[in-house]
């Protein structure tokens, strides 16, 4: 037999083979199907609810032509012995088909399954792609040693340690855009992770969502108006009360004591806070909110410094905590505040709401005030605005929320029974006592 007839003879080596299999496992894509669940960093709450909403509906209309096709095969039930227990499974649980998920990615997802895997054709093989460009093994021994205890058999072919070979140069910086991709591969068992970059000169397209546009996505700038024109409006506010008083030396009777909400914005005296002043706890506690809501709210803006001792002093005047609001500080660009404080960062205020102790005899008349269950969120995302007096203006949406928890608070034609104490100076509100501190 020639030379060349024993080549012809010889078996191909597996190693070509598997080299191939791998690199036509890299030119297709995965299904859809495993891309169902994946968010993207740019998707709203309100879209991922909608998500939830399609998948409801595929889910009942799976349930109604599972109910016909029972009706039409009741006569044939009995003569019907060889159901698998696969087949029973699978019309016991509420799984979707991989049909159904692939609908439901295509009705929900604002990406396709080649853009998630592009530019990633080692995300389905062999190989780890890292963003750094470096592998997790410095030299060829180290990374056979790996396969063989990965697959469990030892490679062939090996004659003796090689030469390790010199790190790889890192590249060059790219973008700080960027988005992880997370992916299992059945074939090996393993999880394969690849960083995307994203070229930030590339174009970048946004579906907005149909009018109104709600706040997650972006806020109404209003026009400008003239000074006087806002000191016209201001002035013809209806049913409001504003008074600048020392809030710490003043009469509080004068107030009166049927409120049935007091709101307190009090400029602390704490250590870099942005709008640092000369209240203390102890100052809180000379107040008598006890008489100036005898069966209503107290909401208490806070520091995390002073958390606990506020809690601790409305434990003391018999109020309860209830809830609490949360407003993150937001920069015009739209990113968090980060300020400086001694322990942690700062970057939100936290608005406690208490009431009085229902359970308590002495204010069981309080479970006759109304309350209005809303939908509104407890924490707010809001720009920081500071007014004339160097403060952080409060959010809109904070008085909209008190406002719709006591519908009785405030009627047209009445004063109101809504108090604020630390008000901005000049600020009026329809239904609210204001009272600015003067010194």
Not at 121 to 129: E, S, W
Not at 186 to 194: I, T, W
Not at 254 to 260: E, F, I, K, R, V
């Amino acid at each position: 037999m020639s030379t060349a007839d024993e080549q012809a003879a010889r078996p191909k080596r597996k190693a070509s083979e598997s080299l191939r299999a791998r690199q036509g496992r890299g030119r297709s894509a995965p299904s859809s199907a495993h891309y169902v669940g994946y968010v993207q960093d740019d998707e709203t709450p309100e879209m991922i609810m909608k998500k939830f909403e399609e998948m409801e509906r595929i889910r009942s209309a799976k349930g109604a032509m599972r109910g016909e096709n029972d009706d039409g095969d009741k006569e044939n039930k009995e003569g019907a012995t060889n159901v698998s227990d696969d087949a029973a499974m699978e019309d016991g649980d509420g799984a979707l088909s991989e049909e159904q998920l692939k609908e439901l990615f295509k009705n929900t997802s604002t990406f396709s399954v080649r853009e998630a895997v592009r530019d990633s054709n080692a995300l389905y093989g062999d190989a780890i792609v890292l963003d750094d460009g470096a592998m997790y093994f410095s030299d060829e021994e180290d990374e056979d040693e790996f396969w063989e205890t990965l697959t469990g058999k030892k490679r062939r072919g090996k004659k003796g340690p090689r030469a390790p070979r010199a790190p790889r140069a890192p590249r060059e910086p790219k973008a700080a855009n960027s988005h992880m991709i997370t992916a299992y591969n059945s074939d090996q068992g393993l999880f394969l992770r690849k960083k995307k970059f994203i070229d930030p000169a590339e174009p970048v397209i946004i579906k907005v969502p149909p009018h109104p546009i709600t706040t997650s996505w972006g806020r109404v700038i209003e026009p400008y108006v003239p000074k006087s024109v806002r000191e016209a409006r201001l002035a013809q506010v209806p049913d409001c009360v504003h008074m600048q008083k020392n809030i710490k030396s003043m009469k509080y009777e004068t107030l009166g004591t049927d409120y049935l909400g007091v709101l307190l914005n009090p400029p602390w005296d704490i250590e870099n806070s942005p709008d640092r002043g000369d209240v203390t706890v102890d100052d809180i506690e000379a107040i008598p909110l006890e008489k100036l809501t005898p069966l209503g709210f107290i909401f208490i803006w806070v520091e995390k410094e002073n958390l606990s001792k506020v809690c601790d002093v409305m434990h003391e005047k018999n109020f309860v905590y209830v809830e609490n609001l949360t407003w993150v500080h937001l920069k015009p660009n739209n990113t968090i505040v980060e300020s400086a404080a001694r322990y942690l960062g700062r970057s939100h205020r936290t608005l406690l709401i208490f009431r009085r102790d229902v359970r308590d005899k002495r204010f069981v008349e309080g479970k006759k005030i109304e309350l209005r269950h809303q939908r509104n969120s407890d924490v707010t995302l809001d720009i920081i605005q500071t007014t004339k007096s160097g403060r952080r203006a409060i959010p809109e949406h904070v008085y909209k929320s008190i406002e719709t928890l006591l519908p009785k608070a405030y009627e047209p034609g009445t004063p109101g029974k809504l108090l604020e104490l630390w008000a901005e100076p000049g600020a009026k509100r329809a239904g609210w006592t204001s009272v600015a501190d003067s010194p």
